[in-house]
């Protein structure tokens, strides 16, 4: 999405969510207490994990998946209250506009509106996670440790729960994440049944793009 398609209270909204965890908390535990019941009884199948380096074609990979009506994924109308798709899906919904699909700031052709799919789950991770994150790199992390897996799950769960209110044959997850680079080893051991898909490019083609960029 680009910049001017923020206006001022999308902007304030942002701020509010992203520069503090206590907003992103709260309504975490207003989604528990009113769709707890929903959450735990959602039916799963086998996640799908797409990671690799930058540039090395994840989103088209996503935006593919995205189109199997198994799948759920985030989308750009989750943001700001990601950890929530479920009660921010309801109370977004009252303010939601409609918006035509146009080239991305990348400049790499692929067209995206609010409702095109995108990866926000980078931010369990880092709530999860802090210490993991250094100003130039992100530390490999070999297992989850079972407070954060069920905080996965519960993630999983609800944007499932999310995308099930005009699908309800999604019951796939599927992240796009180029951190997960990192995680490879802990993913897979937390979900043996999940597929992982890394995309690989021409290194060359790679980073050519990475300096466009």
């Given amino acids: 999405m680009a910049l001017e398609d923020y206006n001022w209270a999308d902007r304030m909204v942002h701020r509010i969510a992203f520069r503090a965890r206590a907003p992103q908390h709260i309504l975490m535990d207003m989604e528990d207490r009113r769709f707890g019941d929903r959450l735990a009884s959602q039916r799963m199948g086998a996640p799908i994990f797409v990671t690799a380096l930058p540039r090395a074609g994840t989103t088209l990979m996503l935006e ?52 095109s799919p995108e990866a926000f789950e980078e931010v369990l991770w880092q709530h999860g996670y802090p210490q993991d994150f250094h100003s130039d790199c992100i530390r490999l992390r070999e297992r989850l ?69």
């Fill in 64 to 115: 593919v998946l995205s189109c199997h009506p198994d799948t759920a994924t985030h989308t750009y109308r989750d943001m700001p209250f990601v950890l929530s798709p479920v009660i921010w899906q309801q109370l977004s919904g009252k303010f939601q506009v409609r918006q035509d699909a146009k080239e991305r700031s990348h400049g790499d052709g692929m067209l995206v509106s609010a409702d």
């Fill in 145 to 213: 440790d079972p407070k954060f897996l069920s905080s996965l799950q519960r993630h999983m769960r609800a944007i499932c729960v999310a995308r099930g209110m005009s699908n309800a044959t999604a019951t796939r997850y599927v992240s796009k994440n180029n951190a997960n680079i990192a995680r490879l080893d802990a993913l897979a051991q937390a979900f043996p049944d999940a597929s992982l898909i890394i995309p690989l490019r021409h290194p060359i083609d790679q980073a050519r793009s990475l300096l466009r960029q």
